[in-house]
């Protein structure tokens, strides 16, 4: 593992630099990809890479049931059948391999996003990116070394509709921006207490566990709700959360035009108020960000949607997902649905309907092109920091005071040893 000076000394571009690489490809050059992890995310994103131009060579998953199921379906996208492992390690060793797109479990993200890159391969990397700050460090300097195109799966950076709503806000068009909200509601059903059984068939449980520390098989510990245990998973913060949270720093980085925005102050609370169950992440939460000039709320409720928020929208429509920047001359709420100004005298101003290219589409034209794609590692870094440092916040009960251009917490050692987490041996991070 590079030690801290290493890092800090790697110098950081911008997004939409060029990433100079002897092997850019030409503008009609079919990508070979590779698919890591296809249960969920993994079977929502090869589908549309592959109708991008990307040839799906290789499909790697532990669950021989899904690398059936899931293969089936490339195939009929591409035309032909990718090849089907289990090992991670075919994937790096075949040199056709141009990019890999990973959905695991984010336990596993550091240490396959790393050796992904040092085995001179394009990343796609679903969010949150990691799971603790030094990891995100680790692999936006393995990036930028390598010279590799990383996307992070923060969908939301591709979308015409926010990319305009974020000029408007930057623009001036609701007066000086003194507040950020973001908020997720949702309804997440119990997942009970089973007991402890034995792995299902044909499954390699050691090898999925990987980094993370060695406990007893359950099914609440393994597809789906792993991200509800802080062994594999982020909380919500992370899991939903990362998405409205990266608008809000969108809009944060473009008022002050810098992508190094920081906080200064965190503070976080909530709890599991609502299902007994084995869930140990909470079902509500509050975090507040202090940015010295302005403040950014996430609120997270899981036990009701929003019905009486629908700002003039059809309740179909939903506001359960939403970003909104409160400014001195009115009020602009972005989500799925579009984005629309409410002004100071009550009317109703400028609005758009989502529309746009799709994030894994940048990807493959910015492994052509070699430019930096549209949620690019360091973009996708620091919004998933911002699930982090809630996340810290609240695991200590208490706020922390973040230095920002240090990415630490000065004279705080409890939040500091958070910076970092523990690896099940042989699973270490990789020096890059």
Not at 139 to 153: F, L, M, S, T
Not at 212 to 221: C, G, H, I, T, V
Not at 266 to 288: C, H, N, R
Not at 390 to 416: M, W
Request: with cysteine; hydrophobic share 35%.
């Amino acid at each position: 593992m590079t030690d801290r000076r290493s890092f800090l000394k790697t110098a950081l571009a911008g997004a939409g630099a060029v990433n100079l690489n002897p092997r850019a490809m030409g503008a009609n050059d079919r990508p070979t990809i590779a698919l890591v992890g296809g249960r969920n995310r993994g079977r929502q994103i090869v589908i549309p890479a592959v109708k991008a131009g990307a040839d799906c060579k290789t499909f790697c998953d532990l669950d021989e049931e899904i690398l059936r199921k899931v293969g089936a379906e490339i195939a009929g996208a591409q035309g032909h059948a990718p090849e089907l492992v289990k090992q991670f390690e075919r994937v790096l060793d075949d040199k056709s391999i141009d990019g890999v797109m990973i959905a695991t479990p984010d336990h596993w993200h550091a240490r396959m996003g790393l050796l992904t890159l040092q085995a001179g391969k394009d990343l796609y990397i679903e969010k949150p990116l990691c799971q603790t700050i030094r990891e995100g460090q680790l692999i936006r300097d393995a990036a930028r070394k390598y010279n590799r195109v990383v996307q992070v799966g923060t969908q939301r950076r591709s979308g015409e509709s926010f990319r305009a709503a974020i000029e408007a806000v930057a623009s001036g068009k609701i007066g000086k921006v003194c507040e950020v909200k973001a908020w997720i509601y949702q309804v997440r059903r119990t997942i009970g207490n089973p007991p402890d059984s034995k792995p299902p068939a044909g499954i390699d449980y050691d090898a999925w566990l990987g980094p993370a520390p060695k406990r007893p098989f359950n099914e609440n510990r393994f597809h789906y709700n792993w991200r509800f245990f802080w062994d594999y998973g982020n909380s919500e913060l992370g899991n939903q959360g990362v998405h409205v949270l990266d608008v809000a720093l969108w809009g944060i980085q473009s008022l002050r035009k810098n992508i190094h925005a920081y906080p200064k102050r965190i503070s976080a609370t909530g709890g599991i108020y609502w299902l007994d169950d084995a869930k140990e992440v909470p079902d509500t939460q509050a975090v507040a960000y202090d940015y010295g000039d302005l403040m950014l709320h996430f609120e997270l409720r899981s036990f009701a949607n929003d019905r009486a928020m629908h700002v003039g929208e059809p309740r179909s429509g939903g506001t359960d997902f939403y970003t909104a920047f409160y400014g001195t001359e009115g009020t602009l709420m972005a989500g799925n649905i579009g984005w629309k100004i409410f002004r100071a005298d009550g009317t109703v101003g400028e609005s758009m309907k989502p529309g746009g290219e799709t994030h894994e589409k940048n990807w493959i034209e910015c492994m052509k092109s070699r430019q930096r794609p549209n949620s690019d590692i360091e973009i996708g870094r620091l919004s998933t920091m911002l699930c982090h440092l809630g996340n810290i916040s609240y695991k200590l009960g208490r706020d922390v005071k973040f230095n920002g251009p240090k990415e630490d917490f000065p004279g705080d050692r409890e939040a500091t040893a958070l910076l970092e987490k523990q690896y099940r041996a042989p699973y270490v991070l990789p020096r890059v």
